[in-house]
């Protein structure tokens, strides 16, 4: 479904990102782990359009998405839950869900996905009238994963999901995970807690200096001991 090939990304002359590849199919978790400032979020803003690569491509389903717009990858199946979640505060939670669909195709299932949102998480429906700013951190993290979906996305990228939550949150968010992996999204997913993520997906990639040092099958990441020593500092 999605293939990045030889991705080249810069900040002015630094550059990010050195020639990185990496797939994600329908329906599978795949998880992006590494040390801070490796170029994790990079990856992730450079394939939702929020940065413009300087090389390779991007592409979804056989369309070359490099160098369109966020709002047109949108529109092609991507969405995305940020890091910090970057909600608006100011409106209700009603209101955040209703932008995240604000395209036509996914106008066109709003209540299907409105009562999917809901099933997912609860608290959302019980609500909706609330200001998103007054939520707690867990809330905030839910309606943030929530506004995503009500895109109705063929892909989710998720950037740091967990952070800043109590465990008991951290589990509800990787439950979410593989009830959406069940519906048939791919997920990729970019997670400091490297052992929940490796838990949760089927393959996994270790980005070290803006390049892509290891790949393999989940358990045999996790089991690797170079990751081990240079994530895990085990």
């Not at 950037?159 to 465990?167: F, K, T, V």
Request: proline share 3%; charged share 25%; aromatic share 4%.
């Amino acid at each position: 479904m999605l293939q990045v090939n030889d991705l080249d990304v810069y900040y002015g002359d630094a550059q990010a990102l050195r020639e990185v590849t990496i797939t994600v199919g329908s329906g599978e978790v795949v998880s992006i782990v590494g040390s801070n400032g490796a170029g994790k979020s990079t990856l992730v803003n450079s394939i939702m359009g929020i940065l413009r690569p300087r090389r390779g491509r991007i592409v979804l389903d056989d369309q070359d998405i490099t160098r369109i717009p966020g709002h047109r990858v949108c529109r092609a199946g991507i969405a995305i839950v940020p890091e910090g979640r970057r909600l608006f505060s100011a409106m209700s939670v009603e209101g955040n869900l209703d932008l995240g669909a604000f395209n036509r195709a996914a106008r066109e299932h709003y209540g299907d996905s409105l009562q999917w949102v809901h099933t997912l998480f609860p608290r959302l429906a019980e609500r909706k009238d609330q200001l998103a700013g007054s939520l707690s951190g867990g809330e905030q993290q839910m309606l943030a994963v929530g506004r995503a979906l009500m895109a109705r996305p063929r892909l989710l990228l998720m950037d740091e999901p967990s952070l800043g939550l109590a465990p008991v949150v951290v589990d509800e968010v990787f439950e979410v995970i593989e009830a959406v992996r069940g519906e048939g999204v791919g997920v990729l997913l970019v997670e400091q807690n490297v052992q929940r993520a490796l838990d949760v997906s089927s393959r996994a990639y270790l980005l070290a200096e803006g390049r892509m040092v290891m790949e393999g099958d989940a358990v045999g990441m996790a089991n690797n001991p170079e990751l081990r020593k240079s994530v895990l500092g085990i």
